[in-house]
C-alpha cells in the first residue's frame, strides 16, 4: 500500500479548513454598520410599501412587512401602525367631501442616520426618514421629514420602532419653553396651563403699553412669511434655537417676523416674558424667547388678543378667529387642540391654496412642507383659523 505524504502546503489548508483566517469569534463585538444598514434599508423599504398601497393602489390592509431582517411582536406592531395612519390619511383626503384628493406618487428617502450604543447593548438607530407624496390634483409635493428610532440587537433582529409623525408629537409634545432667567428658577416650566396662570398674576397693572403694528399684513407681506416657511419647512434656520420635539411654534413665529410682525416688550414688567402681549426673541442671554413665541398656547392668546389687558384686548390682536378653514389664504395660520387638551396642541402656516380653496400647511415637528389639509381634516381635533 504507497504511503500518503502530507506535504507543508497540505498541511496549511487543512488547518486553514479548521480554523478559517478572519473569522469571527464569539466575543468579536458586532458590526454596528452593517446591522445599522439593514436596518435603515428595512425601515424605508416598509415606508415606501405601506405609503404606496395606502395612498396609490388604496389596499385596505397596506404591506407592513419588515423585510431582510428579522423583527420583534413589538417593532411589527409599529410597523402596521405606521400601514394603518398611512391608510387613515389616504381615506381622508380621497373622501373629503369638499376637496378629495389623491397621491399618485410616493418616494421615500434617508437625510440623516445616527447610531448609538443603549445601556442594554441594543443600537439605538436614529434616521431621519424623508417621504415624498405627489398630491395629482394640484400638481404639488407634501414632504415630510419624519424621525425614525429604531433598536436593534447585536444579533440584528429589530427590536422596536418609534415613528415620530404628527401623531406621535400629539401624544408626546416636548418642552416649548426657553430656560428660566436667572433668579427665577422657580417658575414652573411644565406646562402651557401653569405658565398661563403666572402670566395672570404677574400682570396686576392697569397700564397699557403703546400697541404694537397689529393692522392685518398685506398679500406681499404675507407672502414673505410663506417664503421663509418653505425655505425652513424641512431643516431649521441656524438663526434660531431648536425645541427639539416642540418646534411648531417657534418655526410659525420666525416666518410671521419674517412677514412683518414685530417684537413687543413690555419694559416695565421684569418678567415680561411671561405675558401673553409680549412677542420677541432673543438670541443673546436668558429667556430667549417669549412664551408666546414658542408656546402654542401663549401664541394663541397673544395673537387673539392678549389677556394682561382685558379692556384692550381688541387693540393689541394680531389675527381673527374665522370660521371656516377653507378660507384661509397663503401666510394665515392653523393651530389645533386634541381632544381632551385643556392647552392648544399645534401650530401651522398656510404655504398655498389650491383653486377649489384646499389649504395646504407647513410647519415643523414633524417638518414638513405642503401638507393637503384634506390629509389631517379627519383627526380628534378642535380647529382655530387665524387670518392674519
Given amino acids: 500500500m504507497r504511503k500518503r505524504r502530507i506535504t507543508a502546503v497540505g498541511a496549511l489548508c487543512a488547518a486553514a479548513l479548521m480554523f478559517p483566517i478572519g473569522s469571527a469569534s464569539a466575543d468579536s463585538p458586532p458590526d454596528a454598520g452593517n446591522l445599522s444598514s439593514k436596518a435603515v434599508n428595512s425601515v424605508v423599504a416598509m415606508q415606501k410599501q405601506a405609503n404606496t398601497d395606502a395612498f396609490i393602489a388604496k389596499k385596505d390592509a397596506p404591506a407592513s412587512a419588515l423585510k431582510g431582517v428579522c423583527s420583534k411582536n413589538k417593532a411589527q406592531k409599529s410597523a402596521a401602525d405606521v400601514a394603518d395612519s398611512a391608510k387613515k390619511m389616504s381615506q381622508s383626503m380621497s373622501k373629503n367631501p369638499k376637496s378629495p384628493r389623491h397621491i399618485d406618487k410616493v418616494d421615500v428617502t434617508i437625510k440623516k442616520t445616527t ?28 414632504v415630510e421629514v419624519v424621525p425614525h428610532e429604531t433598536e436593534m440587537d447585536t444579533q440584528g433582529c429589530i427590536v422596536d420602532i418609534t415613528v415620530k409623525d404628527r401623531d406621535y408629537y400629539d401624544k408626546h409634545p416636548g418642552n416649548s419653553l426657553p430656560e428660566n432667567p436667572k433668579g427665577n428658577s422657580n417658575l414652573s416650566q411644565n406646562s402651557p396651563s401653569t405658565k398661563n396662570n403666572s402670566t395672570t398674576q404677574q400682570t396686576q397693572s392697569n397700564f397699557a403699553p403703546v400697541s404694537p403694528a397689529l393692522l392685518s399684513l398685506s398679500k406681499d407681506k404675507k407672502q414673505k412669511a410663506v417664503n421663509y416657511a418653505i425655505k425652513y419647512a424641512e431643516n431649521q434656520n441656524s438663526d434660531y434655537y431648536y425645541y427639539d420635539g416642540n418646534d411648531c411654534t417657534n418655526f410659525v413665529s420666525q416666518a410671521m417676523f419674517a412677514g412683518g410682525w414685530t417684537f413687543f416688550k413690555n419694559p416695565l414688567y421684569p418678567l415680561d416674558y411671561m405675558m401673553d402681549s ?73 404655504t398655498r391654496k389650491a383653486k377649489d380653496g384646499m389649504p395646504y400647511l407647513s410647519y415643523h415637528t414633524d417638518n414638513t412642507l405642503d401638507r393637503p389639509f384634506s390629509s389631517m381634516a379627519d383627526k380628534n381635533v378642535t380647529w382655530y383659523a387665524h387670518r392674519t
Fill in 278 to 350: 409680549s412677542w420677541w426673541y432673543n438670541s443673546k442671554g436668558a429667556p430667549r424667547n417669549s412664551w408666546s413665541w414658542s408656546a402654542a398656547e401663549n401664541f394663541y392668546h397673544m395673537a387673539t388678543g392678549p389677556r394682561d389687558y382685558p379692556g384692550l384686548r381688541y387693540l393689541f390682536r394680531r389675527t381673527v378667529i374665522i370660521n371656516n378653514i377653507y378660507d384661509l389664504e397663503p401666510g394665515d395660520i392653523l393651530q389645533y387642540k386634541a381632544a381632551g387638551e385643556t392647552n392648544m396642541t399645534h401650530t401651522m402656516i398656510v
Fill in 115 to 142: 447610531t448609538n450604543r443603549k445601556s442594554n447593548g441594543n443600537f439605538l438607530i436614529t434616521t431621519q426618514v424623508r417621504i415624498s407624496r405627489h398630491v395629482a390634483e394640484d400638481n404639488v409635493g407634501w
